[in-house]
């Protein structure tokens, strides 16, 4: 593994930090970790990234381990990426590269699987290069063409086909995706979204609300597919609950464009949920790196939740903080100015705290308005009277025939629903508590 830092007149190293990231990726890929080095340059060869010095020193110290690959933890250019491997002869790949294989390995829907294939090819389009045979366009007409188009000009021609009919086929997947939200919307429930860095223990927190049973791996990127399942809380709400993808520092810009269908669900939940491990000494800039995504897709307006998440692995340090949420708050928040959320501590593992988040989501998630309606609902329609009883707050039932008259208050997305049975106008109430009775 080779590391890579751009300093500056203030730079602080994290060397050290990255090196122990990329080596857990590359655990996660299946590679084994046979020998590390790292450079800190005021600015990056346009060739090799490296300095001439430090590329031999790579080469020597890949040769006397043996190691059949070079990972890199910088995004490299086609030219870098080929220099590099000509004069390391062997395979070198970048972090961008890295990750990519990592999803390649664990997606698995359908959409998750185009998701990878379209960044992978995304990825892949600039770098073919030294294939084929001379060029062949010689010349313009009848009779005056070459033999054929070379396999490289193939090549691109097949992969760009492929990307347009991927990127159509992930249209259709936001299509499907948008209708099942608007069918999601047109029941009242609030859909609050798991977002947190990889591997800060988001899964293993949604098993313990909903039971279920989601893959909960210590390796980074267990969940690439979200899940959604209904929670209820304490005050009888019923919400949808949803797993997404883990992020990470420099999450590469082609996976942010080929996950948008996923990460939408993020930027249109009622409340975040953002889960930090605040056993790691690299929470504060995990979280910042957090706050960095959830900006980039337009989530950042969304109320949060700080979910301070492994809390049964906090060991008494000197160096740091108590174990009290303010100031287990102010150190994850430290990278991460003007930012203030609501915190619970909670341990996903044992249940520790998971109470305290409840009553925290229900202060939290937003209440929709209550409006007085009347309803003539046909007696046969037993979903629609279900609905208002266990979403509505009821006043009045009464049964004449084949019909129901009920008097309620409703939510807007419900009284939308039940408009075809209203007999009279409805008006704001003010006291928005539900129940049920």
């Known amino acids: 593994m080779v590391g890579f830092e751009i300093r500056s007149a203030s730079h602080v190293s994290h060397a050290e930090e ?99 294939e379209l960044a992978q090819l995304n990825y892949l389009l600039p770098r073919l290069s030294g294939h084929g045979v001379s060029m062949s366009r010689l010349g313009g007409g009848i009779g005056t063409r070459g033999p054929g188009e070379t396999k490289l000009e193939t090549d691109r021609r097949r992969i760009q086909g492929r990307i347009r009919k991927i990127e159509s086929n992930i249209e259709k997947v936001r299509a499907g995706r948008a209708l099942h939200r608007q069918q999601r919307q047109a029941v009242p429930l609030a859909t609050i979204a798991l977002v947190g860095y990889t591997n800060a223990g988001k899964s293993t927190l949604f098993n313990r609300l909903t039971q279920a049973g989601v893959l909960a791996d210590r390796k980074m990127f267990a969940t690439l597919d979200p899940t959604v399942r209904a929670l209820q809380l304490p005050s009888r709400r019923r919400v949808l609950l949803s797993d997404t993808v883990g992020f990470i520092r420099n999450l590469p810009t082609s996976l942010v464009h080929a996950f948008r269908a996923t990460l939408e669900e993020v930027a249109d939940a009622a409340l ?23 900006n980039e897709i337009g989530a950042s307006g969304t109320p949060q939740i700080l979910v301070l998440n ?11 903080p108590a174990t009290d949420p303010a100031a287990l708050t102010r150190n994850v928040l430290r990278e991460s100015p003007n930012v203030e959320h609501a915190s619970v501590l909670i ?66 997305t419900l009284g939308k629903r039940l408009e075809r049975f209203a007999v009279d106008s409805t008006e704001p109430v003010e006291n928005p508590v539900r129940n049920s009775v």
């Not at 995004?75 to 294989?101: A, F």
């Not at 975040?272 to 959830?294: C, G, M, R």
């Not at 492994?310 to 740091?320: A, E, F, G, Y």
């Not at 520790?352 to 007696?379: N, V, W």
Request: aromatic share 4%.
């Open 18 to 116: 990255f090196l122990a990231e990329l080596k857990e990726l590359a655990a996660t890929a299946g590679a084994q970790v046979l020998a590390s080095i790292s450079q800190s340059r005021h600015k990056a060869d346009a060739a090799t990234l490296f300095g001439r010095g430090k590329v031999d020193e790579i080469k020597a110290l890949a040769e006397s381990v043996g190691a059949d690959l070079v990972i890199v933890d910088f995004d490299l250019s086609p030219t870098q990426q080929r220099n590099l491997e000509k004069l390391l002869d062997t395979k070198v790949i970048d972090r961008t590269q890295l990750i990519l294989d990592i999803f390649a390995s664990r997606a698995r829907t359908r959409e998750g699987r185009l998701q990878v």
């Open 272 to 294: 975040i949920l953002h889960v930090i491990d605040v056993s790691s000494e690299q929470a504060p800039a995990q979280t910042a790196q957090v706050f960095k995504v959830l």
């Open 310 to 320: 492994k809390s049964d692995q906090l060991v008494p340090n000197p160096d740091r």
């Open 347 to 412: 341990s996903g593992l044992t249940g520790a705290g998971i109470a305290d988040l409840l009553r925290c989501i229900d202060e939290t998630l937003p209440e929709e308005a209550l409006a007085f309606g009347h309803y003539r609902i046909p007696a046969g329609d037993g979903a629609d009277i279900a609905r208002v009883h266990a979403d509505g707050r009821v006043f009045s039932v009464e049964y004449h025939d084949d019909v129901c008259e009920i008097e309620a208050a409703v939510t807007a």
